[in-house]
Every structure is written in C-alpha cells, then in structure tokens.
C-alpha cells in the first residue's frame, strides 16, 4: 500500500523559504513519477513541480527558478526547495505519485490523473 506523507509546511513572509517533504512508503521509484501540486482556496489544484526516476525535474513557469523539487532514494523521500516565496505561493502542498507505463513523466505531470496522494502542508506567504 502506497503512503505519502507531507511535512514543513509553515508561515512566512516574501522572499522567504521553506523545504517540504514527502516521506513515502510502498513505492519502487524506478518506475513511479512524482510531484508537488498546490491548491489555494477558490482556485483549482495545480502542479507546482515533478520529477522522473532519473532525476530530471519539470516545473510550472511560475515556480520556475524559485523552486527545486529532488528525491532522496535511500531516504524515500521527495523534497521541494522553495526560495523567495511570494504570496500567490499561498496554499495547501500535496505530494503524488503515478505508475509510469507509456508516456514520459514530464507529460504525466502537465497531462496525468496521479493515483497517490497525501493529506497536504499549509504553506502560507504574507506580504
């Protein structure tokens, strides 16, 4: 059974930053896809960052040079590095995972229904 399990999510003012994880269990990672989505009050849940079982990462343009998603195997763990938080960074972070078969992590991320998720970290930006 797949677990996720978000954690540091916090309050913070612009320009700051936070790193949140995502303690998994139940996954072989060679063949899984991950990523972060957001989704802040009223508005539709969004992918934030993914990444492939190689290590190679996709972002949405608005987080784009601010935020680095990267996987600790050993660890199983994912992370996002978030830098210079803004207040449209405002929302609740779920981390998910999706079984990789015909298409590339970088289109499942932009493209794909993701099976596994946890229960989310608040991370709030105030001006």
């Known amino acids: 059974q797949v677990q996720l399990v978000e954690s540091g999510g916090g309050s913070v003012q612009t320009g700051g930053s936070l790193r949140l994880s995502c303690a998994t269990s139940g996954l072989t990672y060679s063949g899984v896809c991950m990523a972060w989505f957001r989704q802040a009050p009223g508005k539709p849940r969004e992918g934030v960052a993914g990444?492939?079982?190689?290590?190679?990462?996709s972002y949405a343009d608005s987080v784009s040079g601010r935020f680095t998603i990267s996987d600790d195997n050993a660890k199983n763990t994912l992370y996002l590095q978030m830098n210079n938080l803004k207040p449209e960074d405002t929302g609740m972070y779920y981390c998910a995972a999706i079984r990789r078969a015909y298409y590339s992590c970088t289109y499942l991320f932009h493209h794909g229904e993701y099976t596994s998720w946890g229960q989310g970290t608040q991370v709030t930006v105030s001006s």
């Open positions: 990444v492939d079982p190689a290590g190679s990462p």
